[in-house]
Each structure stands twice: as structure tokens, then as C-alpha cells.
């Protein structure tokens, strides 16, 4: 069933009911200022850190009651509602929420009044803007009372919610005008606070959680609202919040319009205070002005709606499908700037109170929203390269804040070294800017160590050149791709991290993935070198790819399928050798995304033991058999149940890199099968199944073996947003930014017509046109560039300002 629909002339999504599966969110925000909102209102709002400049309170482990929002309560005489139906969960006469491209519209309706609530934060200020439009829809006059509600985090989130004995005496305001001012530590280190303002006179506030909930209530039924006044607290310690209340009188069929802020601010030292005790509000009171009238608040909403126009004009298709066409042009590339922002470090599943920006996450992110910003993309290699090791490794994690990498959950990820790679080469392929690569960037986020960026991917590739094991595939280390598949740990106590316990190397355990990453990524760093007229280490490069090849083909093959690894006894992972967890997905798709095995079958084979093993009509497992037991010698993968996460769980992550792997070898239908497969909007209709967000991808979605084989976990903040991208844009409708130009090179199902395609690329925009009336799955028989037959299926680099229209024949 469907609990809304899309509405893909306005980019939104409307959800018809309050009551959806789980919470359904928006994200809000592209720059500094970002709030999490759900379909009810709920959510939370930060300063570039989740963890260190949280500005509301959120409580979690508490899905689907979604606790704490941005919410107004209307009081309608002895009715108390509010218009997306939580915290109160009056039943409602109408509700809609519709979740566009950086907003969010809430709207309801109660006996006669009708309310909506348009959230977003406008581009270029660090606040959110929350617009509430009451309009009397009855035929007698309706006086209201209009209470709003924030509750304030004391900044730093794990510290707010769990060091209460300081906490519970810190809270300090200041409330001046129709403005409430969170100023918690500001007298001490800080030089923030936040503040939350309305733009009419007031009726009463509240600062005072305790005073306005009353005791023992919650945000469901506040005392101060069914008293029907507010107590004008101020709040001294304890838990400050922010509440106006509005008395509101409407005529039949009057509105009124009240725009509240919720902003952050910083002072320089020297300009902290107004007077002794008193914050200065000038920053705050000219942020407020920049949004005290309806036109600016509309002005501001529509620069928004264009800034995203913008965007997505970048790279877009018409191919006849709806739902590849709203996927491709709106919801997956929108998703793909989510990623970009916020790395793991912020949604309803990932708390923002641990995690920062993954070094491995934010790497592969880039791959999907490096054509829509690339400076910005540029900016993000430079931050991810300066927490690199000297000796090539890298902490697997950085807090966004300080740009500095942290050890919360160690570094040796074997993995993370060949993801800078793939990043800077996709940025290069798109831009062909070179000059990045001049760039002197810190080892360890040390000056006195900066070395070009060229170094750092040196030793990169150099690191797990020098980390092989005795099959000559790279070591593992504490884990690669697959975090869960602890080969070093040996963890038997309860509660130690998979992740930090044990050794982070061992002497033998291998990774057959690593193998394959180290391939398809030495390979476009022999490319780049080639560009810098470095032969020698082309060749050098180049030879140890093919040496990597071989140990693939050799001791990575397990006969009908690529093998996943090598523990630290050297028995192998991923084999028909083993009792369970027998064949895994991660080594077939990407060893076959780089090549290994294609000319002699393998490749081939090994894609059809997915299919014939490993897929499933929600998608493909990540393994098969599931583990029933705990293995020591494998780590986490083991813990789960059977069917969920990684023990055999649909990881939607690495589905598209089986898609992409089967373009590799011509399989344009089965590409597309797959793709589908995880793809919201191909499976909206069973949303009370996949309960996640029928417009962006989740993390995973649990697989045959497990007793809820179909319901979606962990959406938004994932991999599979710039992985899926890349299948559907570069692998099956064959756009492909190299280092030379755009490469054509489609693999799509044989009974597609065809497809037009406008893609921005390097300031040339490119109007291209795929004829398919051969209905074949793969390969391109003509290429035309502004009428004129071109040889191969490079185009040419156009000057940046002009439009090339290219024909492509397939056949």
C-alpha cells in the first residue's frame, strides 16, 4: 500500500497521512544550517557538527514516536491540535505533508481552521524559517491561541544527554521582545547561542520546560496550554525551551501569517556582550529583520526553489519511464547532496552524537554530487586527504567541526587508502583540473608534514602495495568495505567494539574486495599518472595491477564464484569450503566492475552464481548461507540474526555494483532488474512492507532469512545513494566522465526505444540523444557530434558556455 504519492511537476513528495510506518524525513539545509524534518514536524536542527553545535533536542531509540520538533499547539477553545498531528495526535479533519527539495509544507485542518507550516532553511544564513498560515475556513469568527515550542540542546549532544548532574544546572536565556535567546555556556568558552523569534507581539513565553509541561506531562499534553496561559519563565538551570504564545482572532475566511526563526549565531570575543551578563543580539536581531515579512520569506523560499533548479539541471533524462525519469532527475541526485552533507553523522538512525564524516563514506559520496558542486567537491578531497597517515592509512573518521580526523572507531580500515584514489579520479574525469593535485595538503592534519595531493594518493596506492599477505592479496586489516567482517578482532566479551578490539593488522588475513578495489582504481591511477607524463610509474602501476589480477583469478577464485577473503588462519571466506557464508556479493561486483575475469568467463560465471544464489525479489543478500552461530574468527557479521545487516541482510550499497558489473559484460536487462529492485519508486506500492521512505534509498533492507524479509532500515545516509547514482547515469545509461571527455557506452534493457539526455560537463552542455530502435542490450554503431560522424565514443571537449547536440546509434 501507499501512504502518499510523488509530484514530480513540483519535486515533492506527498505524504496523505500522519501515520506512516516509520517517521518519513526531509532534510533541510545545504551549507552550515541543517535541520532534520519529519513528516509530523519532528526532527532536529545543528550548526555543521551534529555532535558539537546541536541546537534542538531530539530523543532517540524511540522510532516511530518521533519525539521533540518544531511544533505549534492551536488551542480552538477547548481543542488543543497541532498541524502535523503530533505531539497532541488530535485526530485531524485534513492533513498533508509535502517534502520538496529543501522544504517542507505541513498542513492541517481543525473545526473550521485550517493551519500550514512551511519549514526550510534559506540559502546563504545559518536559520532555520518556520511560516505558520492560519486561515478561519468556518463561517463565524474563531479566536485562537498559538503557542510555538523548541526545546534547546545544550550544544555538545552525547554530553546533553548524559552528564545531567552539570547539565541540569547550566540552561540560561534571555528573553527580550518577541526573541528567546539559548545563551548555556556562553559566559564561559563558547562565543554561540541560538535563538528562536517570532514576528508579532507576544501574549505570554515560556523558557522553562518544567514550567510549560508542567510535572509528570509530556510535549503531548503541556499544562501551560490547557491553563490556557503562559507563565513568562525564565529559565535558571534545568531545561530551557523556547514557547511564544499568540492570541489570535479570525474572521470567516481571514488568515494570518506568523514567521518564526530559529537561528545560530557566533560573536567574536570582543564583541560577546552588550553589557555585563547580556549577550549582543545585533547579528540576531539583523537575522530576524532579513525575515520579519511575508514577501522576504517568499523571496527567501524561492531563491531556495531555484538554487536546486539550478542543480538538477545539471544531468537529467527523458526516457519514457516515469520512475526512472523522477529517480534519475530529482529524488537520487537530491539524495546524493544529503550524502555529501552529512557523510553517517546525522539522520534518525545515525544519532549525530558519535559518527563524523567517514573517510571511506565521504570518498564514495563524492562519486555521486561531484558534477552538481564540484568546487565544493574539491573542497571535501582536501579535508578527507589531510587526515591521512604518513604512511598512506587514515583514520576511518573526521568530525566536520575541526576537520580533524578521531579514533572513536579506530583507523586500519584497509580499505579507506584506495577510496582517496577513487574520489580524486573522479573528480579529474569531471573537471579536468589538474591543479588539484599541486595542492600541499597535511599528513595527520600536521603543516609541517604537507605534502601535493599527487603524494597522498601515491601513498595510497603504495599502502596496500606493501600490505599483501601470503596469497598476495592485500591484507584486511581491522576490516575493509564490509566493517562487519572483523578478521583481526577475536572479541568473546560482551560489549567490545568489533571495530577497536584486537589487533588492527594481522599477518595473513586477506581481502579478495581490497584485491579488486586495488585494480579497477590502480588502473585509473596509472591513468592520471599518464596525464602527468609520469611513464615510468604508469608502467610500474600497471604491473602490479596485473600481478593483483592474477592472485584474484588465482588464489580468489573459489571455481564458480569469487572468493571474499582469508581469515587469520588462512582458511578462506566466502567459499564452498565453508559451512556458511559461502558466497558474499561485495568481491563479484567489484571485481567485475574492474575488469578481473572478463575476458575468460569468469566474470560471467561469477555474476550468475549471484543470480542463481544470492538474489531475491526484494534484491540481492549481501551472503549465503546466513551465519546461525557466532564465529569468532569473523567478527561482527556473525552477530546478527540471520537475514538482517550484514549476516545476509539486502545490502543496497553494493546492488548497484552488481548492476554495474553486469553492463561490464553487456547484460543490459539484467542491469536494470537489479536496479529496480532497491529503487524507491519502483517499490512505493509496498510501502507497509518496506516502511522506509518510498523516495530515497536505505541502507538495507532485510533479506529471505530473515522473519521481516522486506522491511527497509537505516535510510538516507548511505552509500547506496552515489553508488546507485553512478549505475544508472554512468553504467546503464552510459554517460561516463573521463579524463578525456564524455564517454558513451549504454547498457539497457533490450526493449528500451531509446532515451534524450542533457548533461552540464566541464561548462559545455551536452544534448544527447540514444536511438535504440535495434532494441539491443549494448554497443553503439554511430556517433554523431553536432551532425558530423565522430570516430570512437568519446566526444570531443566542447568550450565551456556552448550546446553540442550528439546522436548516438546503438546497434
Not at 232 to 243: D, E, L, M, R
Not at 256 to 267: A, D, H, K, T
Not at 476 to 505: H, K, V, Y
Not at 768 to 791: P, R, S
Request: charged content about 20%.
Amino acid at each position: 500500500m501507499q501512504y502518499g504519492h510523488f509530484d514530480d511537476a513540483n519535486r515533492e513528495y506527498v505524504i496523505t497521512t500522519p501515520k506512516t510506518p516509520l517517521p518519513w524525513i526531509n532534510y533541510l539545509g545545504s551549507e552550515a544550517f541543517f535541520s532534520l524534518c519529519s513528516n509530523t514536524a519532528g526532527g532536529y536542527s545543528f550548526y555543521r557538527d551534529a555532535k558539537l553545535r546541536r541546537i534542538t533536542r531530539y530523543r532517540y531509540n524511540d522510532t516511530p514516536t518521533d519525539s521533540n520538533g518544531r511544533y505549534f499547539y492551536i488551542k480552538d477553545g477547548e481543542t488543543v491540535w497541532n498541524p502535523g498531528w503530533q505531539p497532541t495526535r488530535t485526530p485531524l479533519d485534513f492533513y498533508e505533508c509535502r517534502h520538496g527539495m529543501g522544504y517542507t509544507v505541513i498542513s492541517g485542518a481543525k473545526n473550521g481552521v485550517s493551519a500550514r507550516q512551511q519549514i526550510f532553511v534559506p540559502v546563504g544564513d545559518s536559520c532555520e524559517i518556520d511560516r505558520l498560515i492560519l486561515k478561519n475556513e468556518s463561517g463565524a469568527t474563531k479566536t485562537l491561541q498559538v503557542y510555538s515550542y523548541v526545546e534547546f540542546c545544550l550544544w555538545n549532544a552525547v554530553d546533553d544527554s548524559t552528564n545531567f548532574q552539570r547539565n541540569f544546572s547550566t540552561g540560561e536565556v534571555e528573553a527580550e521582545g518577541s526573541a528567546i535567546y539559548h545563551k548555556t555556556e556562553y559566559r564561559e568558552r563558547r562565543d554561540h547561542y541560538a535563538f528562536w523569534a517570532v514576528n508579532a507581539p507576544l501574549d505570554g513565553f515560556d523558557t522553562s520546560r518544567d514550567a510549560f509541561l508542567g510535572a509528570y506531562r509530556s510535549n503531548a499534553s503541556p499544562e501551560v496550554v490547557e491553563q490556557g496561559h503562559c507563565t513568562n519563565s525564565v529559565a535558571h538551570g534545568w531545561a530551557p525551551v523556547g514557547v511564544h504564545q499568540i492570541n489570535v482572532t479570525l474572521a470567516p475566511g481571514e488568515s494570518r501569517s506568523l514567521i518564526f526563526v530559529l537561528g545560530y549565531i557566533e560573536n567574536p570575543a570582543q564583541e560577546k556582550w552588550a553589557a555585563p551578563g547580556v549577550i549582543n543580539k545585533a547579528k540576531a536581531k539583523a537575522m530576524m529583520a532579513r525575515y520579519a515579512t511575508d514577501a522576504q520569506v517568499d523571496g527567501a523560499l524561492e531563491s531556495l526553489k531555484a538554487h536546486w533548479t539550478n542543480l538538477l539541471s545539471t544531468y537529467s533524462v527523458k526516457s519514457g519511464d516515469e520512475k526512472l525519469d523522477r529517480m534519475v532527475n530529482i529524488w537520487n541526485q537530491y539524495q546524493c547532496m544529503v550524502t555529501f552533507n552529512m557523510s553517517r553523522s546525522a539522520s534518525y538512525y545515525e544519532s549525530g552524537t558519535g559518527r563524523g564524516m567517514g573517510f571511506r563514506d565521504s570518498c564514495q559520496d563524492l562519486l555521486g554530487f561531484v558534477h552538481l558542486i564540484p568546487a565544493r567537491a574539491r573542497e571535501r578531497i582536501l579535508d578527507i586527504a589531510a587526515t591521512q597517515f604518513p604512511d598512506g592509512s587514515a583514520y576511518h573518521q573526521y568530525q566536520p567541526l575541526t576537520k580533524k580526523g578521531n579514533l572513536d572507531i579506530g583507523s586500519g580500515f584497509n580499505d579507506d587508502p584506495l577510496w582517496l584514489i577513487a574520489a580524486v579520479s573522479a573528480y579529474l574525469r569531471e573537471t579536468g583540473d589538474f591543479s588539484i593535485l599541486d595542492e600541499q595538503v597535511d599528513f595527520d592534519n600536521d603543516p609541517a608534514l604537507a605534502r601535493p595531493l599527487m603524494e597522498h594518493l601515491r601513498r595510497s596506492f603504495n599502502y596496500t602495495l606493501t600490505h599483501l599477505g601470503p596469497h598476495g592479496l592485500p591484507l584486511i586489516g581491522r576490516a575493509d568495505w564490509n566493517d562487519c567482517l572483523n578478521l583481526n578482532c577475536f572479541s568473546e566479551t560482551p560489549g567490545e567494539s568489533f571495530q577497536t578490539t584486537g589487533p588492527s593488522e594481522g599477518p595473513v588475513a586477506e581481502s579478495v574486495f581490497i584485491a579488486g578495489m586495488f585494480v579497477k582504481y590502480g588502473r585509473e591511477y596509472a591513468d592520471i599518472c599518464d596525464h602527468l607524463g609520469l611513464d615510468d610509474e604508469a608502467a610500474q602501476v600497471r604491473a602490479a595491477v596485473v600481478q593483483m589480477e592474477q592472485a584474484i583469478l588465482g588464489p580468489g577464485w573459489d571455481g564458480a564464484w569469487f572468493r571474499r577473503a582469508y581469515d587469520a588462519a588462512g582458511n578462506p571466506v566466502g567459499s564452498s569450503e565453508c559451512e556458511e557464508g559461502q558466497i558474499y556479493i561485495e568481491p563479484q561486483g567489484m571485481c567485475v566492475m574492474a575488469g578481473v575475469g572478463v575476458e575468460d568467463g569468469q566474470a560471467v560465471r561469477a555474476l550468475q552464481s549471484v543470480a542463481e544464489r544470492l538474489d531475491t525479489k526484494y534484491g540481492i543478500v549481501l551472503l549465503q548461507p546466513a551465519y546461525t552461530r557466532y564465529h569468532l574468527e569473523l567478527g561482527e557479521i556473525s552477530s546478527y540474526p540471520p537475514g538482517y545487516k550484514e549476516n545476509a541482510g539486502i545490502f543496497c550499497h553494493n546492488n548497484p555494483w552488481v548492476s554495474c558489473a553486469e553492463t561490464v559484460v553487456g547484460h543490459g536487462d539484467r542491469a536494470f532488474e537489479i536496479y529496480k529492485k532497491t529503487c524507491p519508486a519502483y517499490i512505493e506500492n509496498i510501502s507497509e512492507i518496506h516502511r522506509t521512505e518510498p523516495y530515497v534509498y536505505s541502507q538495507m533492507v532485510a533479506g529471505i532469512d530473515a522473519a521481516t524479509f522486506g522491511e527497509a532500515k537505516n535510510s538516507w545516509l548511505t552509500g547506496t545513494a552515489a553508488w546507485t547514482f553512478v549505475d544508472v547515469s554512468q553504467y546503464i545509461l552510459g554517460v561516463q566522465p573521463t579524463l578525456d571527455g564524455l564517454r558513451i557506452d549504454p547498457c539497457i534493457p533490450h526493449a528500451m526505444d531509446g532515451f534524450t539526455l542533457r548533461r552540464v560537463y566541464r561548462g559545455a552542455t551536452y544534448e544527447i540523444t540514444v536511438d535504440n530502435a535495434a532494441h539491443v542490450e549494448k554497443g553503439v554503431a554511430a556517433v554523431t557530434v553536432n551532425g558530423q560522424a565522430v570516430a570512437g565514443q568519446v566526444l570531443p571537449l566542447a568550450p565551456a558556455g556552448t550546446t553540442v547536440q550528439v546522436a548516438v546509434t546503438m546497434g
